[in-house]
């Protein structure tokens, strides 16, 4: 079966810093894969996905970063941290069908 | 411009009865939806889909209803339980990014004994 994993779980950072999140899917090959953001009280926002190794789309214009540098492995970075990027980040995968199911998510916390 | 809309952020529910979540969508280009429920501090868990050519999809005490003229579906538990308590968010996909999924805000259910 398929699993999902993201760590850390829980981050706090300060302003400035950098962020590196990895996200690994295990049990498939190729799949598409997605970073969301949820901010507190809100939907979820996509901030990225990719169909293939190193094939990234941005969703929306930030100071936020995805690559892909092995097929089940997707990594959201950033190179300075702002207090808006303060949000629940969730890794997502999709096979053949379109339902996207989801790792357990990153707490982060910028200060 | 929100593409797709749960306009009651939250929902309480006796335990037993039905729960009725909405959600509407503007995209006419949407062909799938989806309902996700999600505790604090997971990732949400796909609960039930509907193709735009059926009108209902059930699995167990969900289903889920689309009217594809008014761009409306909802989500019907029956009966509800204290474990259904959590947020649930529709989703939707088609048009420009067939691959992608737009979600909803969210609706918070709360189940009271």
């Known amino acids: 079966s398929q699993t999902i994993h993201q760590w850390p779980a829980t981050l706090v950072q300060p302003v400035g810093s950098p962020l590196s999140l990895e996200c690994t899917v295990e049990?498939?090959?190729?799949?598409?894969l997605y970073w969301y953001r949820q901010a507190a009280g809100r939907g979820l926002q996509l901030l990225f996905y990719?169909?293939?190794?190193?094939?990234i789309s941005s969703e929306v214009p930030q100071n936020l970063s995805a690559s892909r540098p092995q097929d089940r492995q997707f990594i959201l970075s950033s190179k300075k941290l702002l207090l808006s990027d303060s949000g629940f980040y969730l890794c997502?995968?999709?096979?053949?069908?379109?339902?996207?199911?989801f790792g357990p998510g990153t707490r982060l916390t910028v200060l | 411009d929100q593409q797709v809309k749960q306009n009651s952020p939250s929902l309480s529910v006796q335990e037993g009865r039905i729960s009725i979540l909405n959600c509407d969508y503007t995209?006419?280009?949407?062909?799938?939806f989806l309902w996700y429920k999600k505790y604090p501090a997971e990732g949400p868990t796909f609960l039930i889909s509907?193709?735009?050519?059926?009108d209902k999809n059930e699995d167990g005490r969900f289903t889920v209803f689309l009217n594809k003229s008014a761009k409306h579906l909802s989500l019907h538990i029956v009966p509800s339980q204290p474990g259904d308590s959590a947020v649930y968010f529709c989703?939707?996909?088609?048009?420009?990014?067939?691959?992608?999924?737009?979600f909803g805000s969210g609706t918070q259910l709360t189940v009271l004994p």
């Open positions: 997502a995968w999709s096979g053949g069908l379109l339902e996207q199911f």
């Open positions: 049990g498939t090959s190729n799949p598409n």
């Open positions: 990719s169909i293939g190794i190193d094939q």
């Open positions: 995209n006419s280009m949407f062909d799938y």
């Open positions: 509907i193709s735009s050519i059926k």
């Open positions: 989703a939707a996909s088609g048009g420009r990014s067939a691959r992608q999924l737009t």
